[in-house]
């Protein structure tokens, strides 16, 4: 008898990552409406805020650490927050204490970009991240809580530097 070995869709993929979440968390990220996809590698910083009477508040920030993927079992990015590490895999799950849900995309997505320092070309690996809040940071809705990357919000908010770790 042949065993079928026929693979989820990645729409099935997906769903069946999401139902795997605790359901308080699955609820709450079915509410956010907003997903989009960065470009992370290792000491890519990124920041969280809220929006409150058009200004950000409770800003912080964050940083992604070494990839990792073996042949079986789940790709795991860290992720450095307030002095602890975290694992994003492709199941989403909260940014500790925040509202923004991060996870690894199911259709795996890796590069090595070379960029040139003080002379020398040097490597490094890139990956994908999917970001989901509760709307788009251009939209800047009141109370809601965005995920932007470290020069975002340096353009977006210059004077407020001095909130963020570099």
């Known amino acids: 008898m042949a065993h079928d070995k026929r693979y989820l869709s990645d729409a099935q993929s997906l769903d069946a990552l999401i139902e795997s979440m605790p359901e308080a968390e699955r609820v709450r990220y079915h509410t956010y409406r907003f997903r989009t996809m960065e470009a992370c590698f290792p000491g890519r910083r990124m920041v969280v805020y809220e929006l409150h009477n058009g200004q950000p508040i409770n800003v912080d920030s964050f940083g992604f650490g070494e990839l990792a993927v073996g042949v079986k079992g789940t790709p795991t990015a860290k ?85 963020v770790k570099y």
């Not at 940014?95 to 590069?111: A, D, K, S, T």
């Open 79 to 163: 992720l450095h927050f307030h002095n602890q590490e975290h694992l994003v895999t492709p199941t989403p799950s909260r940014i500790p204490g925040r509202e923004v849900f991060v996870h690894l995309p199911q259709n795996f997505i890796f590069r090595w970009a070379g960029q040139e320092i003080n002379g020398d070309l040097e490597f490094r690996a890139h990956y994908a991240i999917l970001i989901k809040t509760q709307s788009r940071d251009a939209l800047e809705q009141e109370g809601h809580t965005y995920c932007v990357t470290l020069k975002r919000f340096l353009e977006k908010y210059p004077k407020l530097a001095d909130k």
